[in-house]
Every structure is written in C-alpha cells, then in structure tokens.
C-alpha cells in the first residue's frame, strides 16, 4: 500500500487552482517569454471578444488600442524588469475594435535560476468605472443643466490664469453677468421656460467667446466669462474686454423663441481685471460689485469694478442687514401723498409710500433701500406689510367717519411681488380680515409687469377688478409695454412719470407726450394722474388738458397719518 493523501491533496488543490483561473471574474492570459499568448481564461474571452483558438499562439500586442505610445510600453518593460510586477491603468482594444480601459497587473513568473518562464497577466474592464468617474468629475466641475464650468471649475480656471499671468506678464478679466429680470419670466411662465431660457443664453455666450476662454454659470441666472490673453496693459485689457462685452449685450438682446413665447431680455455685465485682484475669491466679487453698479445705472450695460465700488458692496450689505431687523422690529412706517382731483381741488385719493426711520441714521432714503429689497428678494416680504399696513389704515380712517375721506388709497406693488402665485389670494385676505372695502385699494403696477406672462397677469388683474380693487399702471411712458395692452388690461388709472411733469411748460416733446397720454387715455376711458407736480404752471397745463388728478409738493410731500388727516380736515386742497 502507499499513501497518496498528499496527491490527493495535490490534485484537489491544481483542481480548485483550474477552476479560479477559468471561472473567476477577471480575465487572465498567460505568454510566453516571447510574449506568445499561451493560455487565456473565459473572463478574456468575453471581455476582449476573442475566443480562446483566436488568442492562443498570437502576439500579446494583439490587444494593443495604440492609445499609449513607445515610452509608456518602455516604462512598463523597465518596472518589469526590476520589480517583476507592474500594475496600471491603460486602454486595449477588444476584438470589434472598440477601444476601452482596463486594470492591468503583470507578472513574472521565473523558474530555480531566475530565468523567465512566463508572464502572467490578470485584468478587468473598468468601463462602468470610468464612466462613473467621468460623471462624478463632470457633476464635481460642470453645471448639469447648460454643461458650462460650474464655480468648483470656474475657481481652478483663475486660479490657473493668475499662476500664467505672472509668468507671462498678461493680463486677463472676468465678466459677471445677470439676466435682467430673469426671476419674473422664470416665476411666471414656470421653471421649464427658464432653463430653457438659460441653455440658449448659455448656447449664445459660447458663440462670443473664444475656445480659450472659460464660461461658467454660478447658479440661476449668473454667468461669468472668463478671459484670457487680453494684453500686456491694463488699458488694453480694458478695451479688449469692452468688445467682448458690447457683443454679449448684443447676442442676449436679440427675441428668444421658447415654447411660442417669444421673449427679449437683457443682461447687466460687471468686469474686473486681473490688476484688480490677486485671488480667484476677490476677483469675483469684484465683479459681482461692478455688476450691481450696472443694475444701478439702468441695467442693459457693462461697468468695471473700481474701489469704490466695493465701499459701495460694503454698504449695500449693511443696509441689508439693517433693512431685515428693520422689518422685524417695527421701523418702517407709510406715509401719504394727497392725490388732487383737478376740476374740483379735493384731496380725493392717496399713494401710500414706505419710509425707513433708522434709530440712528435717521430717515433712509426709498431711492437707496428699495433696490436693495428688489435684489435680495425682501421686496415680497415688504410688500406685503405696506399693503396690509395700508389696509388696516384704510379701515382705521373708516371708524373715524372723516369729514372729508379720500376715495382710495393707492399702495405700490413690485413685479416680484405681482408674480407670486397666491397673489390674489393674499389681497383677498387683507381685504375680508380688515374689513375695508375692495374699491378703497389701488394697487399701482409699473408698465414692466405688463410684458411678462401676459394671460397670467390679465388673469390676476381681471380677478382684482371684479373684487372692486382698482389697478393703476404708474410710471406711464417710461417703460416699453405695448399699447395694445391698455385695451386689454381692466385699468382705472394711468400715472404719468414725473420726468415728463418736470419740463411740460418749458420742453415741446415733453409736453406734446403728456398731452397724448391724457387723449389716449380718455379715449380708453381711463383716469389719468400726474405724478410730481410742483409749481403751478405745471398745473395750469394739465388743468387746460384736461387731466384728472395730481400729486406733488405743490400740494403737499407725503406726510405721516396725522399730517395727513389735517390735510383732509381742510375743504380744498390748494
């Protein structure tokens, strides 16, 4: 008898060996030390496409994608050599042709003296890998929605171009930009509208800029534009980057066509140049600081940063902390502006407008926080109090049973606050829990609100019209609404700007465009009012026009409540 529990074990072990090597997962191919391919398993088959006769007796390099040149191969050969192991990433190419990356670990397995006798190579298909990757790269550095640079990105790029700078002495700027109004279409005709809007803004913004250059987008409706090579001097920088930025203005400017709503926007642009700033941090809120300055001067326009722009940055923060505790803590108040019927001299209606009373600046000027409101948004939460503010007013005057009582009280709305979904709904509230009735509120619109979401807004107006609730578009002749809406809109009041009332009696255009608007609003049937009257020459023309109403300091400036209820005690107003 003899004892074969160790071949037996032998055999057991070769046996589970064959059945790793042809069943495991990743694929393995053993060569020959002339790199003859001697043996493969089924996971190469299927990962390469070649079937086991195809592979057997063929060159290695039959996988070879050519995707690595002569020195990858040399290095690989050379790790070999010393280390007998190498292990990395490369692309072979399956049988089909197709090209794809691979894990790859090699091996050298050599006999008693050291002599090679075969390589052994164990790899797998990280496809799935890279794609993810890929992916997870693309999410961690571009924006989803328009496939630009995303701010992650957008700070490598600086970052990049201030090292380049410095060693090439050239200069680069970035653009900061914002989509006029974009949160007015988005609110309105819906969020599927406005990525829309902003893929082809994107799209066009790609159009005006060089392959070099860098686009990205921030989030929502911000963009920045980074510029590179544009000179050795800051006012050559300047100049070129004036160009680029005249042409942006342009390509935005041009109808977009989404969905059959034919929309026109615009963009306001702030520029800082690399001189500006020497971090990627400063540099964009550099900008940011010069394109709130734009918003400031009409919007639809570039500005460069300066230094007192970021005094300004500075200052605009701090009133915007202030203006929210302001809210919270009972410091803003209404004051009233008498509007005068004209024929008769009676104080017939008011505007109620906000006032801000700093306990230690004193009075804040509406001219310097109501922009600040628009931008952050706080301009919904202040809507909101001055008109239910305004209400309760309105039915406090109600108990007093005035001997003279105004008509109705005029309250401005902003577009951001007109766009809100439950718009209506929330005049309707005030209305019922104050008590008042709904003919005794105005609610002033500038002429912008008009050209968004045309069926949406006449909706909401011929709602409020229905209530009682009177609609006044203020500003008349200053904005670029179609005049084909007026007949469209149930309106009871147009207002004409004061920059027309201040050169009526002293400017020939100015007069003959206010005389058109009171004609072309009695043919409408519409109440006309001029906003800013000063002097009575001024008020002498709108009397021999025919004008309705005005308000001004001819009358009185707008006064706190019990100013405004001595103004009442008075039979006639002037």
């Known amino acids: 008898m003899t004892d074969i529990s160790y071949l037996k074990a032998m055999e057991a072990e070769l046996l589970l060996a064959a059945n790793i090597f042809e069943e495991g997962d990743e694929a393995i191919m053993i060569a020959s030390p002339a790199q003859i391919i001697l043996k493969v398993n089924k996971a190469f088959t299927k990962i390469t496409g070649y079937s086991v ?6 060159k290695t390099s039959l996988l070879k994608s050519g995707k690595q040149n002569a020195a990858f191969y040399l290095q690989l050969w050379e790790t070999l050599k010393i280390t007998h192991y190498w292990q990395g990433e490369l692309w072979n190419k399956r049988k089909n042709g197709e090209i794809y990356p691979q894990w790859l670990s090699i091996f050298e397995k050599c006999n008693a003296q050291h002599e090679i006798e075969h390589y052994i190579a164990v790899f797998s298909d990280i496809t799935d890998r890279k794609t993810a990757e890929t992916r997870i ?25 201030i090292e380049q700078s410095l060693d090439k002495n050239d200069s680069f700027a970035v653009m900061m930009l914002d989509l006029d109004n974009f949160k007015v279409i988005n609110d309105s005709l819906g969020h599927s509208i406005g990525d829309e809007l902003l893929k082809e803004v994107a799209r066009r913004l790609l159009e005006c800029t060089r392959i070099e250059d860098t686009v990205a987008r921030l989030g929502g409706d911000e963009f920045v534009i980074l510029l590179h090579d544009l000179g050795h001097y800051k006012n050559e920088a300047a100049d070129n980057v004036a160009q680029v930025a005249e042409k942006v203005l342009h390509c935005l400017a041009q109808p977009i066509t989404i969905n059959n709503h034919h929309l026109h926007i615009t963009t306001s642009i702030g520029i800082a140049i690399n001189t500006d700033a020497d971090t990627a941090t400063h540099l964009i809120k550099y900008a ?31 009133v915007e902390n202030e203006l929210r505790y302001a809210l919270e803590h009972s410091q803003l108040e209404l004051y009233y502006q008498p509007q005068v019927d004209i024929k008769t001299n009676r104080i017939s209606s008011a505007e109620a407008l906000l006032r801000w009373h700093h306990p230690q600046k004193g009075m804040i000027s509406p001219a310097i926080f109501i922009p600040i409101a628009e931008k952050t948004g706080l301009i919904v939460l202040i809507g909101t109090w001055v008109m239910r503010t305004a209400c309760l007013q309105i039915a406090e005057w109600n108990k007093l049973q005035l001997t003279h009582p105004i008509d109705y009280l005029a309250v401005n709305v902003s577009a951001r606050q007109f766009i809100q979904q439950n718009f209506v709904e929330l005049v309707i509230n005030m209305i019922n829990d104050t008590g008042i009735n709904a003919n005794q509120l105005e609610i002033e619109l500038t002429e912008g609100v008009l050209i968004y979401d045309v069926d949406d807004t006449l909706k909401k107006l011929q709602t409020l019209k ?31 700007d004061k920059s027309f009332i201040d050169t009526v009696v002293t400017d020939t255009s100015d007069a003959v465009i206010v005389q058109t608007i009171i004609m072309l609003a009695k043919g409408l049937e519409i109440s006309v009012i001029a906003e800013g009257v000063e002097s009575e020459q001024q008020l002498e023309f709108l009397r ?31």
């Open 288 to 318: 940011d600081n010069a394109l709130y300055s734009a918003k400031s001067l009409g919007r639809n326009n570039y500005q460069f940063y300066s230094t007192e722009m970021n005094e300004t940055a500075n200052f605009r923060l701090t």
């Open 137 to 161: 790269h693309f999410m961690a550095h571009y924006d989803a929605l328009t496939g630009l640079a995303n701010r992650v990105q957008l700070h490598e790029q600086i970052n990049e171009a």
């Open 466 to 496: 229905e209530l009682g609730v009177r609609i006044a578009i203020d500003d008349f002749g200053t904005g670029y609404s179609s005049l084909s809406y007026l007949k469209r809109f149930p309106l009871n009041v147009l207002k004409i």
């Open 53 to 58: 006769d195809e592979a057997v007796g063929q």
């Open 544 to 574: 021999l026009r025919e004008c309705d109403a005005f308000q001004g300091y001819f009358c009185s400036p707008p006064v706190p409540n019990a100013a405004f209820l001595a103004l009442l005690d008075r039979a006639k107003a002037i």
